[in-house]
């Protein structure tokens, strides 16, 4: 692997790690102090690494810190290695992980640092006993890394082993994202995401990994399957949700985070029936690890727990791969084999994709594909209830397409029949109603009469209307009266999944709802009150 790289950068440092092996190091020269220092300004986000005498994070700007110089010369750092003594190697070892980790966010996701806003990232190597970590504070992002003493002062160990570093940057990435919070299920997910991708960062780097973290530093953590009988200690995490290896009394993330490690290493390379009798057809790391990583960036927040990261997930897959595909089949499965959810069903129908609503003042002449997902196999047989709207092809085809609709106020619905020959039973009919409208009329209904006409039970649907829709960016909500408790307005697919979940406050009438981060489609607003439950259907049209 090579790491990237513009011509002002110094990479030829060489450094045989403490676990990876020899590797290429990004250095700067100070022409000042003719001198190599482990600074890396080789990126957009700069990477500079110190050692410390001192024992915590906070060292970064006193006396205790400094930068490990090597000497050569300038345009020829080939002839320079860090391995002259522990610290020299330990604070290399831990630069070249940042660097490979930057490099896998940057070349698999275009994620630049581990933020995400390409701040800078700085590493202190200190004699902290028995950990790593990740902190963030003065805008910047700080990675500790101490040093392993269970073994004693004849084995003393850094933590600087490529996938704990990689561990580490990933908290960074979590924190610029869902920002998990350190408590409850919530903590077990940032951990487990930490532990996925800095496996895949190793894979990346190595073309192959173990699926086990810390095994360099002695204390490993497996996360693909059983390894034993019992699973009480830190390094044995559970195998099922609040079961086996579950961890009820401290709800120790490292070990409770060893669901969802099993989950992706299932969803990767797949498993037969195990405890619920599911078999998972693994989909591999690459597309893995794409939907962990959609699923963490895109629909999980600080306070998601494990039922949200299983929806979270197979929503993500949906988004990449479609609704009734083999990768949403096994992410769904590979959720059941761990505990959580049932399986997929074996024959998949979903809804219409398509625009529903047409504006009569932009004319009869529209393009318009609509398209419905079911399990391979299946046979589709479009309808259409108005021939005032020239849908084709009709009958048996894949999609259909909508060129001319009427230039007045009209509606029809379009079905299709979808028809598994495998199980008759599962054919199913889907259907979507299509309508043209006056969109722009100024005032259809005098403002006092309006008010009369809408009803301020809010357990009616005509207490809630949203503009624009179809919409693109954001959703504005309009209540026809303020309400006197708190409303929670809950985002759902078309398959009953919650995706999003925000709360409106007392007294307030409208609300902002960001919908950027929903894939085109199809999507049902609902809203709890005291007296009843509002639902408003809306698109996402890009």
């Known amino acids: 692997m090579s790491l990237i790289a513009n011509s002002s950068c110094q990479f030829g440092n060489q450094v045989n790690t403490w676990y990876n092996g020899n590797n290429i190091l990004g250095t700067w020269w100070d022409s000042s102090r003719n001198r190599y220092q482990l600074k890396d300004y080789c990126r957009t986000s700069y990477i500079l690494t110190k050692y410390s005498d001192g024992n915590g ?128 299920e919530s903590f077990a997910l940032n951990e487990s995401f930490a532990d996925i991708f800095g496996e895949m960062t190793e894979r990346l780097h190595t073309g192959q990994h173990n699926w086990t973290v810390l095994q360099g530093i002695g204390v490993p953590r497996v996360m693909a399957e059983e390894e034993g009988p019992s699973f009480a200690g830190l390094n044995q995490p559970a195998q099922i949700y609040q079961g086996r290896g579950w961890d009820f009394v401290r709800a120790e993330p490292h070990q409770n985070g060893g669901v969802q490690n099993r989950w992706f290493y299932f969803l990767s390379v797949g498993t037969g029936p195990r405890d619920f009798n599911v078999t998972v057809n693994g989909i591999g790391e690459e597309k893995a690890q794409r939907i962990a990583y959609r699923s963490l960036t895109r629909y999980l927040n600080s306070t998601s727990d494990y039922n949200h990261a299983r929806v979270s997930a197979i929503q993500a897959a949906t988004d990449i791969y479609g609704a009734c595909s083999a990768e949403v089949t096994a992410t769904t499965n590979a959720w059941a084999a761990v505990g959580l959810g049932a399986a997929a069903p074996e024959f998949c129908a979903a809804e219409i994709t398509g625009q529903r609503r047409f504006c009569t003042e932009d004319g009869t002449s529209v393009y318009n594909e609509y398209r419905v997902q079911a399990s391979p196999g299946a046979t589709k047989t479009w309808s259409n209830s108005n021939g005032l709207f020239d849908f084709s092809p009709l009958g048996q085809t894949d999609y259909t397409v909508l060129s001319q609709v009427p230039d007045y106020d009209e509606e029809t619905t379009l079905s299709v029949y979808i028809e ?123």
């Open 57 to 184: 994070s906070s060292d970064w700007d006193n006396q205790n810190s400094y930068y490990i110089e090597a000497s050569g010369s300038e345009g020829s750092p080939q002839n320079t290695n860090w391995n002259w003594d522990f610290k020299a190697r330990s604070a290399a070892s831990a630069h070249f992980g940042m660097q490979t980790a930057h490099y896998y966010f940057k070349t698999t996701f275009n994620r630049n640092g581990a933020y995400g806003d390409g701040r800078e990232l700085r590493v202190l190597v200190n004699n902290y006993r028995n950990n790593a970590f990740y902190d963030m504070y003065n805008g910047n992002d700080y990675i500790t890394v101490g040093r392993n003493y269970d073994f004693g002062p004849a084995d003393e160990r850094s933590f600087a082993e490529l996938d704990v570093m990689a561990h580490e940057f990933t908290h960074g990435v979590v924190r610029g994202s869902a920002n998990l919070q350190l408590s409850g």
């Open 420 to 542: 598994f020959p495998a199980n008759p039973s599962a054919n199913v009919w889907r259907n979507l109603t299509i309508n043209t409208e006056q969109c722009r009329v100024q005032c259809r209904i005098c403002p006092e009469e309006a008010q009369r006409a809408l009803s301020v039970d809010e357990s009616t649907k005509q207490g809630m209307t949203l503009y624009p829709n179809p919409a693109d960016r954001s959703i504005t909500v309009d209540f026809t009266s303020a309400s006197v408790s708190a409303r929670t307005l809950n985002v759902s697919d078309m398959l009953g999944r919650v995706l999003y979940t925000q709360q409106v406050p007392i007294g307030q009438k409208s609300v902002l709802l960001d919908v950027f981060q929903l894939p085109a489609g199809s999507f049902i607003l609902s809203v709890s009150t005291p007296k009843g439950t509002l639902t408003k259907r809306f698109l996402i049209s890009r």
